[in-house]
């Protein structure tokens, strides 16, 4: 079997071809002379065939990830139309969209371990040290608490105006966890553990109170959104850090800009999705809608998410019988 050392070296010459016509055509193939476009082509589906191998053959090498970004922006470059066709619309949401999402799984799946595990650590902790965990909420949170209330309650006056609040407040966080890669990524994973760490934190002094059910019947309708928004940012993030760490053969600009239009193409699904996820916040978490109904809600926003990353846009070959 070909090792991946070999695999590359044959073919890195026309990878850095491609690269380079991507980089000169800078998002529009009209600036490419006629020849280039036509070797663009070739060397696109190419460079296509070398991505379906090495993912067969070679799909936890970090080359693997490097020609997937090159495949997916010289993609971007060949079907390209003119920035108001409806046909390149429809593609980018049925195709290109969660065609990226997934391309990205390998640091989602990182950040939600940077976001889960501090979260199921501190949880434990804090229902075994109560008293030291309570220290680490604010002391208006520790007030509610002591008089054996939530602060979750939105006055149904208030509530168009907390919603683009709500909204406005969590696409900070989930840019700040994007925008965090370019610190190598530290910030991103600061930014999880330290908002893993708090949740946890307060779910555990929250049970210590015996008022968890009061607080999990409102995060039930919101919360599978909010929280798989948060990790996907979070895993666009680690993307870009991977890039500036491990650029390989390019230039970390090159890299970086090659990383970062996968990563934008995450970020433009999870900026919607957290505002849905804060209007459900703002007018039903807060409201006496029966239980079943948050649930119900919290499930089919949060599966219809990742329904949509993990089916469309994926072609399902048929096997023969």
């Not at 850095?16 to 070797?39: S, Y």
């Not at 609040?165 to 910030?187: C, D, K, P, S």
Request: proline residues 5%.
């Amino acid at each position: 079997m070909i090792t991946i050392d070999r695999f590359v070296e044959d073919r890195r010459a026309r990878w850095a071809r491609l690269g380079n016509l991507i980089l000169e055509a800078n998002g529009r193939v009209e600036r490419l002379a006629p020849d280039d476009v036509l070797e663009l082509g070739r060397l696109y589906r190419s460079a296509s065939s070398d991505l379906a191998v090495a993912r067969r053959d070679f799909a936890l090498d970090a080359a693997t990830e490097r020609l997937n970004d090159l495949v997916a922006a010289g993609h971007a470059l060949v079907y390209s139309e003119a920035p108001t066709s409806g046909r390149r619309l429809r593609r980018f949401v049925l195709h290109d969209l969660p065609a990226s999402v997934r391309s990205n799984s390998r640091f989602t799946a990182v950040s939600f371990a940077a976001f889960a595990v501090p979260l199921l650590a501190t949880f434990a902790i804090g229902l075994l040290l109560p008293e030291i965990a309570a220290t680490a909420l604010p002391a208006e949170t520790r007030q509610h608490l002591a008089e054996r209330r939530l602060w979750t309650d939105i006055p149904e006056g208030y509530r168009p105006l907390m919603g683009p609040l709500i909204i406005v407040n969590n696409v900070r966080v989930a840019v700040a966890a994007f925008a965090g890669g370019l610190t190598a990524g530290a910030l991103t994973l600061y930014l999880l553990v330290a908002n893993g760490a708090f949740l946890g934190t307060v779910l555990a002094v929250v049970q210590g109170y015996g008022l968890s059910s009061g607080l999990l019947t409102f995060t039930a309708a919101h919360g599978p959104l909010e929280i798989s928004c948060i990790v996907l940012s979070g895993g666009a993030g680690l993307r870009l850090g991977w890039a500036l760490l491990r650029p390989g053969d390019r230039s970390r600009a090159d890299a970086l800009r090659l990383a970062g239009a996968q990563a934008i193409r995450v970020m433009l699904l999870v900026i919607p999705a957290l505002g849905v996820a804060g209007i459900i916040e703002a007018f039903l978490s807060p409201t006496d809608a029966p239980i079943p109904v948050k649930v119900t809600v919290g499930l089919v926003a949060g599966f219809g998410l990742w329904a949509y990353i993990a089916l469309v846009g994926r072609s399902f070959r048929k096997t023969a019988s």
